[in-house]
């Protein structure tokens, strides 16, 4: 027997008893003739305390940092008790022990507080994960992961696991794939989802199915990202949205009461696509603060809905009348920001990575008076108007940023967030979700996102969300093709909404689905809006349109992020902190040396010849 407790169990209560410890040696604090060691394991540390006798011992053989080691003794009540662990009130008052193995020395700090940089950690992460910072990432992630499976089991979803050497499964990115010997010149696809899995199941008549599952995306790294990554994955048959709805806001909120312990009771709120773009400026809103857009003037195709308010900023200001767009903000209590405050804004705005040329604001000073840094073309009364429209109150400052369509409306809400951080209004323990409804069904790919190339519609979702039926005659009778590309969202296709919905979390997605197409004819149909020919059709999703020819019923679902819902519930940036063996920001595991060379016999055996430019 290696050991009779954990080093996280005893208490006063086991004084006197003879108990048998293993674990790994954290510090060790020689005072006179006698030692403390710190033993520690997955469950906690305890004091093992070695008497004059044993002190030879350990002059002989030396304990080091993170030694594995067995010490046998009798637990006794600590004379100066530690009240910062569950441990802190005994100690083990060792009778023999024997070293099970050394250690070299490592090369951080195994403590909270680690020495260790970003790289060394990654690459002895079998040492990092020692740590307890990162124990309890893991143990919250397995928390949520408990917690999703019992939800599923108890609402009749069936864990059923599809295939990692596949076909393609479009999700927007590159496909990563492997090679197959046994058929030389063909290759799987991994999967960027199981998402014509989960419907073939449909088919299949497993109503409802769900994975926890990895994910395979080959994407320009962006921040925070994986090329493996994973997805409560979930789907289900005779469902319309809102059943959807329903279901999956209610997994969300047990999660929150499992893993949080938060009683998450009122409706999730909803809005619609167009609403947060108007509202926030992108897609996933934050919604724990205000501080709403006010869309001053914007292209008229853009969002067709809304009326314009360009008449507030008529007049001789050069730069509002060139711009395609001008957006306000009103930050409250800010109207006393000095020139230093007001400056620094500035060039915040005109970092690259925000992309504007200035900044415009309009002080709404406390006794009803205005001061702007464009005094001089517009009135105080029409420097009123504006900033009534943008809600402003007496003591608060209208931030209005001006340029092209895409960039303002990005920059400015940008620009919401972070005066959003400053003013302490992103709180960290607040959870508050949003569902986005009513997406477009197409984007239109300026630039090639999946090796598909550049200048054509792309699905916004994947290519199996079905269209509203208000809109479907709108795809099956117009022409993908965009004759002038400055001017694609003005063709029919920019305005398709699709029965998709997100679910977002402190301006996080975390989940995103959509009720399927599940009759062949309109599937066709989707896939040649897509710019598809009836053979490629055939070639890449024929089992798919084939399946729907057999009783497919109407279906719907639905993937959380599961690796991003975990850093949101734990508190962190980073995904990276909450998977055990993360991949770096270039995609590169550092512990394993992956990517790398094979050997020339693998390429031969696969039948392929490098052909590095
Ligand atoms: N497969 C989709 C995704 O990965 C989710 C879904 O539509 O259910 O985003």
């Known amino acids: 027997m290696y050991r009779s407790h954990t080093c996280g169990e005893l208490r006063i209560s086991h004084i006197g008893n003879t108990v048998t410890l293993a674990g790994w040696v954290q510090t060790v604090r020689k005072f006179g003739s006698i030692t403390f060691v710190d033993l520690r394991d997955r469950y906690g540390i305890t004091q093992l305390l070695f008497g004059e006798e044993l002190n030879k011992q350990?002059?002989?053989?030396?304990?080091?940092r993170e030694f594995v080691v067995q010490a046998t003794g009798k637990v006794n009540e600590r004379s100066s008790k530690n009240a910062n662990i569950p441990t802190g009130d005994i100690e083990l008052l060792v009778e023999s022990f024997s070293i099970l193995n050394k250690s070299a020395v490592p090369?951080?700090?195994i403590q909270d507080d680690t020495d260790g940089g970003d790289d060394l950690r990654m690459k002895y992460r079998f040492l990092d994960l020692r740590r307890n910072a990162v124990k309890k990432n893991l143990e919250l992630r397995y928390a949520v992961n408990r917690s999703a499976r019992n939800y599923l089991h108890e609402n009749n979803f069936m864990d059923i696991e599809t295939p990692f050497l596949i076909k393609s499964t479009p999700e927007?990115?590159?496909d990563f794939v492997v090679p197959s010997r046994m058929n030389p010149g063909q290759f799987y696809a991994l999967p960027q989802s199981?998402?014509?899995?989960?419907?073939l199941l449909m088919v299949?008549?497993?109503?409802?199915y769900y994975q926890i599952v990895k994910c395979f995306r080959?994407?320009?790294l962006r921040a925070d990202r994986q090329p493996e990554f994973t997805q409560i994955d979930c789907e289900m048959c005779f469902v319309e949205q809102e059943d959807i709805l329903n279901m999956f806001e209610g997994l969300i909120k047990r999660i929150f009461k499992d893993v949080k312990g938060i009683d998450y009771t009122e409706a999730v709120e909803r809005m619609t696509?167009?609403?947060?773009?108007?509202?926030?400026?992108?897609?996933?809103?934050?919604?724990r603060f205000g501080m709403k857009l006010c869309n001053l003037k914007f292209p008229a195709h853009t969002f067709p809905a809304k009326e314009s308010l360009s008449s507030l900023i008529a007049g001789d200001f050069a730069v509002f009348n060139d711009a395609e767009t001008v957006i306000a903000i009103a930050v409250p209590g800010c109207a006393e920001y000095t020139r230093k405050q007001t400056d620094e804004l500035t060039e915040w705005v005109k970092r690259p990575q925000i992309g504007m040329k200035g900044l415009v604001f309009i002080k709404c000073n406390a006794d009803g008076t205005y001061k702007s840094s464009v005094d001089k073309f517009y009135s105080e009364e029409k420097l009123k108007a504006i900033a009534d429209a943008a809600g402003a109150k007496a003591g608060d400052l209208v931030l209005i940023l001006a340029g092209t369509e895409e960039r303002t409306r990005k920059a400015t809400s940008e620009l919401r967030l972070e005066m959003g951080k400053r003013l302490g209004l992103r709180k960290a323990d607040e959870f508050k979700l949003l569902w986005v409804l009513d997406f477009p069904l197409f984007e239109f790919a300026l630039e090639d996102q999946d090796g598909g190339g550049a200048g054509r519609w792309v699905a916004r979702h994947h290519p199996f969300t079905s269209p509203k039926p208000a809109h479907i005659e709108t795809m099956i009778n117009n022409s993908p093709k965009v004759a002038d590309l400055d001017k694609y969202l003005e063709h029919p296709y920019a305005g398709i909404k699709a029965n998709a919905y997100d679910m977002v979390l402190n301006g996080n997605e975390i989940g995103g689905g959509s009720i399927r197409i599940f009759q062949r004819e309109l599937q066709e149909k989707m896939f040649a809006a897509l710019g598809m020919d009836a053979e490629e059709q055939q070639h890449k999703f024929g089992f798919l349109l084939g399946a729907f020819e057999y009783g497919a019923p109407p279906h719907g679902g639905i993937a959380f992020g599961f690796d991003r819902l975990c850093s949101i519930l734990g508190g962190s940036e980073s995904i990276r902190d909450f998977i055990a063996f993360p991949k770096n920001n270039s995609g590169r595991d550092v512990m394993l040396d992956a990517p790398s060379e094979i050997a020339e016999k693998q390429f031969d055996?696969?039948?392929?010849?490098?052909n590095l430019k």
């Open 58 to 64: 350990l002059d002989e053989n030396p304990l080091g």
């Open 194 to 199: 199981p998402q014509t899995f989960k419907q």
């Open 172 to 174: 927007g990115a590159r």
């Open 204 to 208: 299949s008549g497993y109503d409802r």
């Open 218 to 220: 080959d994407e320009d």
């Open 273 to 287: 696509w167009e609403e947060a773009m108007w509202q926030y400026g992108n897609d996933k809103p934050d919604i």
């Open 107 to 109: 090369p951080f700090t």
């Open 605 to 610: 055996e696969l039948s392929i010849k490098l």
